[in-house]
């Protein structure tokens, strides 16, 4: 299972180094709603820094669709499903590897978004402990449960659309527990911090746990 | 010894529709089998069948002594197999030898294994780093098959091998089916090129309206062709 | 030539006795209901006549709750048994619970006004119930695309995996919004927890069983309607395989002629 894991990761990977899509797509997507967000809510009165937290989750958020989108958009080409199941690699070893190349790819995302919040809204960095482990936390939560639901979304012709209305409501949670955490790293009260930081390892527990069993049985349905 | 495929009274559903009939249809090992049979008759998804990616609804479907009926050991017959399909399965993003080095190892096969696979399909060279996105359909088809050939398959399926390809591409294709034949593999192929592909094989099985007609000899000159 | 196909006889709808009986039972229940609702119980000290929209809003936000409960089970129960009638089911508790969600969520938001001054407040309960009714919408969406996608493989997986995840997605969203709405406990009326004794409670106990016994028949009709698609949608395989077969007779008599 690790092997195919780190196969289909690798090749994942490799196909984003050829393509350049997070680099030369997603990334400048990232800092564009940053630069949105300025805008519309008018970086003199001291709102952005204040909100700096949950700006950059809900920008991470919706830069995560895109990824997750683009890795089964990859597999959709030229019947790539049926190569898939024909392939021999243990559908819980693709659902991982997957996962691991959408983790690696939105942690590089949320590099650049920390710089650009730090540059753009003038925040300051403070428990960077608890940061780094809320990214970490969050960012396989994102993964497992958008790789689950997005191989779900992935056959279907409205996907575009489907998949932010199925996933975006499950991702809430995480949502709302790195903001937290953020929160309190940044407010210098890190301990508050920290039960979030494990709700977020709990979710990312749970759905890496579930796509491995389920990623499978949906992979058949083609 | 045991037919590689044992196919009774076959029925597999797409969606509600039977695409499969009622196939009747025996392949020992060793043989190369031509399918033929108007579009629409059902070929394609008979080898998809045999490959173990469809179910089969009512008889019996037993390929490599695996039960088609039973998921499990559908799942499991598919690393025995080789599927050559109308969609060719490869990434775009990456090059020819890329391509190749995944799906064989993918399949367990080993370094050796995989640049004979390229040497074979005369992919070695330039060629192997170019990317897929920039190939031909030919080129591309003999991508798919370097990359069916590094699996080193039991059963190949071939579903219209020859379309695409050059003069060049059709011999080395047939080439490389004669010697996996060598090396005792069994071969299904369906193909409109009845002449090449008749010369290829050792017998003619009929499809029409998803069912097996009465086992074909080879076709003369003077017989004519079941058109559509 | 082969013989039409006719369907077999079905029944002329989707009554049977234990649904007469259940929906006489919940109309009465009902007017009992707005009996108390309306005039025989009080009034609340704070929020004075608002409070009866509560003897419709907490029903149905426990009575939604139940719904994804039921769609997650009939999900499991389907992964297991793959019988259309656990499909029919949670496609069944699903609608069922959307509509008692977006009544959930009207009434919570007239009764609010009052309280809070707004239609919206953060109040955790609001929230997450929205949050609910955008995942059974997404689920119900992928259900109607999911029916009519065809393919080789039986339908119904992501459908099922969806609905076997509503159930903790629910929890998990609900738990999450209520621990964080929780840090900014201030002076705000916790509108959720009026003094409920007496004839209020006994209101909204009667409350719960009768919007229960409507959700009940609902289901059933919803149910058997859904049941009676399937039906009605499986034709014979035999016909099917005839009218297959016989491409190969009409493209051989073309061919040879």
Redesign the interface.
């Given at each position: 299972m690790f092997r195919d894991a780190s196969l289909m990761a690798g090749k994942d990977l490799r196909v984003e180094l050829r393509s350049h899509v997070t680099t030369q797509q997603v990334a400048p997507f990232a800092i564009l709603m940053l630069i949105l967000f300025g805008v519309a809510l008018d970086p003199d009165r001291g709102i952005l820094t204040r909100a700096s937290a949950g700006l950059f989750w809900v920008s991470v958020l919706f830069c995560s669709l895109l990824a997750i989108q683009r890795a089964f958009t990859i597999e959709a080409a030229d019947g790539g499903r049926d190569a898939l199941r024909l392939s021999g690699l243990d559908p819980a070893g693709i659902f991982l590897g997957k996962a691991a190349a959408i983790f690696v790819q939105l942690g590089a995302l949320e590099l650049v978004l920390a710089a650009g919040v730090v540059v753009m809204y003038g925040t300051e960095i403070t428990g960077l402990p608890l940061l780094v482990a809320t990214c970490l936390a969050a960012t396989a939560g994102l993964a497992a449960a958008g790789t689950l639901y997005g191989v779900l979304a992935a056959g279907l012709r409205v996907r575009e659309t489907l998949l932010p209305i199925l996933l975006l409501p499950v991702l809430a949670p995480v949502l709302i527990g790195a903001t937290r955490a953020f929160e309190a790293a940044l407010g210098g009260a890190a301990a508050d911090g920290w039960p979030w930081c494990g709700l977020l390892a709990a979710f990312a527990l749970l759905y890496t746990a579930f796509g491995t069993l389920a990623f499978g049985p949906l992979l058949e349905e083609s | 010894m045991e037919p590689v495929v044992q196919l009774h009274g076959a029925v597999t559903l797409l969606g509600r529709f039977p695409a499969l009939a009622g196939i009747d249809l025996e392949v020992a090992a060793g043989e190369i089998v031509l399918l033929r049979g108007p579009n629409g008759a059902g070929k394609t998804t008979l080898l998809r069948l045999c490959a173990g990616l469809l179910p089969v609804a009512r008889g019996q479907a037993v390929v490599l002594g695996h039960d088609l009926a039973n998921r499990r050991q559908a799942r499991s017959l598919r690393r025995r197999v080789g599927l050559l399909g109308h969609a060719t399965g490869l990434y775009d993003e990456l090059t020819v030898a890329d391509n190749i080095h995944f799906w064989g190892r993918a399949a367990g096969a080993s370094p050796t294994d995989i640049i004979a696979a390229l040497t074979a399909c005369g992919l070695d060279g330039r060629l192997a780093g170019l990317g897929v996105a920039t190939l031909s359909a030919g080129q591309r088809r003999r991508t798919a098959l370097a990359c069916l050939l590094a699996r080193r398959p039991e059963l190949w399926l071939l579903d219209e091998p020859h379309g695409g390809l050059d003069q060049d591409g059709r011999d080395l294709l047939d080439d490389i089916v004669r010697q996996a034949v060598a090396s005792g593999a069994t071969v299904m192929l369906s193909s409109h090129e009845l002449d090449r592909a008749a010369a290829l094989a050792h017998r003619v099985v009929t499809i029409v309206g998803g069912t097996t007609d009465a086992l074909d000899p080879l076709p003369t000159s003077e017989e004519p062709v079941l058109v559509p | 030539m082969t013989a039409p196909h006719t369907a077999p006889p079905g029944p002329a709808g989707t009554s049977s006795r234990a649904t007469r009986g259940l929906g006489v039972l919940s109309l009465a229940g009902l007017a009992l209901l707005l009996g108390y609702a309306l005039v025989w119980s009080p009034p609340d000290v704070a929020q004075k006549d608002a409070v009866r929209l509560m003897y419709v809003h907490v029903p149905t936000a426990i009575l939604a709750f139940t719904a994804c409960a039921i769609t997650t089970v009939a999900s499991a129960m389907w992964l297991r048994r793959r019988s259309e009638g656990w499909w029919v089911l949670g496609g069944a508790a699903a609608e069922v619970g959307l509509v008692f969600t977006g009544i959930c969520l009207i009434t919570g938001s007239i009764w609010g006004r009052p309280t809070w001054g707004t239609y919206w407040d953060w109040d955790p309960r609001i929230t997450s119930t929205t949050?609910l009714f955008?995942?059974l919408?997404?689920?119900l969406?992928?259900r109607s695309?999911d029916n009519e996608?065809?393919?080789?493989?039986p339908?119904g997986?992501?459908g099922a995996?969806?609905g076997l995840?509503l159930l903790?997605?629910v929890m998990?969203?609900h738990?999450?919004?209520d621990?964080?709405r929780s840090?900014h406990q201030t002076a705000t009326i916790t509108r959720l927890d009026p003094t409920i004794e007496g004839t209020m409670l006994f209101t909204l106990m009667l409350g719960i069983v009768v919007f229960g016994l409507v959700f009940a028949w609902l289901l059933i009709h919803r149910f058997r309607v859904g049941w009676l698609e399937e039906r009605a949608?499986?034709?014979g395989?035999d016909q099917?395989?005839v009218e297959?077969?016989?491409?190969?007779?009409l493209?051989?008599a073309?061919?040879?002629s």
């Open positions: - | - | 949050l955008i995942l919408v997404g689920y969406a992928l695309i996608a065809g393919g080789a493989a339908r997986m992501r995996i969806v995840l903790p997605n998990i969203v738990f999450s919004v621990w964080w840090l949608g499986a034709t395989l099917a395989l297959r077969r016989a491409e190969a007779g493209a051989a073309g061919g040879r």
